[in-house]
């Protein structure tokens, strides 16, 4: 009987090795159903009670979950199991912001001795909905992304939530989903704080009638655009809906399109006006000027990323400095903190980055031309 105690023990631990090996393989991945207890019967030849146990052990140690009626699954990837690669997912890639941000990235994560697995959405859902299930896939150590469309509904928050769910690290940089703030680490800039110091330049310098144009699909024109109000709010200047405009996010020229006659009628109106970034000033500059209209002797202009370039003479934009390089090394810190420390390694939530604010020349001062006394400059008018 002693013999065969120890044969029942060995093949125990037989079955319990092999399907440890295999879910460190990948042969087995995390959600899967193991094979039925009858194939592990016949593949060891033994009783279903030694099956039973070794899986009964399996359980208890949070590796597998049994479902009545269905059978038993993997529960938890083995810590050896992850691929040494990070996920890192933008909106875009080759111009404007990108190219130095992902070069902080890379030099952060290549100190590291990770790689990337990388993905460009170019603000489409469905493209954002197939990296994550790549990423699920290939069982990365994290996920450093940039979100899409981040103001709206998504569809996809119920993979982040799996991703979340296998203890896969995730930061956000530059925006974050607002179902998420509260359980991943977000670092971005302070959109609201510097946009609200851009928009009570302009009022120091005697305009009231500012007009804005923010994108509506993304969290950093909705905290950009909560700047502008707060400006304004603050100074006492009536919120004017119809000088303000929002946009959508872009691909092959949309945000060119969607700049039109109605609004820059209503701009014409206006003494300045607040851009969601220095691109959007760029478009927007280009049609004024087609229109006649100078920055800054017929309408000031304020951005957002120092990354304005003129065609006409040369004029420096008011805006905010992007620290994109910095922006990109710090988020990857982050993610490299959780990844070495555990996700509780770092807590949810904001994580602003230092920026300046740029006081520059397409902001023209009129106090000097408005009437004296207590309602100088009201109107804004030039």
């Given at each position: ?314 004029l420096e934009l008011a805006t905010v400095r992007h620290p994109k390089k910095a922006l990109g090394a710090k988020a990857a810190g982050v993610l490299m903190d959780m990844v070495k420390n ?41």
């Open positions: 009987m002693a013999t065969s105690h120890k044969q029942g023990d060995f093949k125990f631990v037989a079955v319990r090795k092999w399907i440890m090996e295999s879910i460190e393989n990948n042969v087995f991945k995390y959600g899967t159903k193991l094979p039925s207890e009858n194939f592990i019967c016949k593949k060891f030849s033994i009783s279903r009670q030694t099956v039973r146990n070794a899986i009964d052990g399996l359980e208890k140690d949070g590796i597998v979950t049994r479902r009545h009626g269905s059978g038993t699954y993997v529960a938890k990837m083995l810590g050896d199991v992850r691929n040494r690669a990070i996920g890192v997912l933008t909106t875009f890639f080759h111009d404007y912001i990108f190219p130095s941000m992902l070069q902080g990235i890379e030099e952060t994560f290549t100190a590291e001795n990770y790689g990337i697995s990388f993905g460009i959405t170019y603000n489409k859902l469905e493209a954002e909905r197939r990296f994550l299930e790549r990423m699920l896939e290939s069982n990365v150590s994290g996920l450093l992304l940039e979100g899409t469309k981040t103001s709206l509904p998504n569809p996809n928050i119920g993979l982040y939530q799996e991703i979340i769910r296998r203890d896969i690290p995730i930061v956000f940089m530059n925006n974050y989903y607002r179902e998420l703030v509260d359980i991943c680490p977000c670092v971005l800039l302070d959109d609201t704080g510097c946009v609200k110091r851009l928009t009570q330049h302009l009022i120091e310098n005697g305009h009231r009638k500012i007009a804005g144009v923010f994108k509506f699909d993304d969290i950093q024109g909705v905290r950009r655009y909560s700047g502008y109000l707060a400006a304004l709010m603050e100074a006492g200047i009536p919120v004017d809906e119809d000088i303000i405009h929002w946009v959508a996010a872009y691909t092959d020229g949309g945000l060119a399109r969607s700049i039109g006659y109605p609004l820059l009628d209503s701009i014409k109106g206006c003494s300045a006006v607040v851009c969601y970034n220095d691109e959007l000033a760029g478009i927007l500059y280009h049609y004024l000027y087609e229109q006649g209209m100078r920055v800054p002797k017929d309408i000031s202009m304020v951005g957002f990323d120092d990354s304005f370039s003129s065609p006409h003479g040369g555990g996700k509780d390694a770092v807590p949810p939530g904001e994580q602003l980055m230092k920026s300046d604010v740029l006081l520059r020349g397409s902001v023209r001062s009129i106090v000097a031309e408005s009437r004296p006394g207590k309602d100088a400059g009201k109107e804004g008018l030039l």
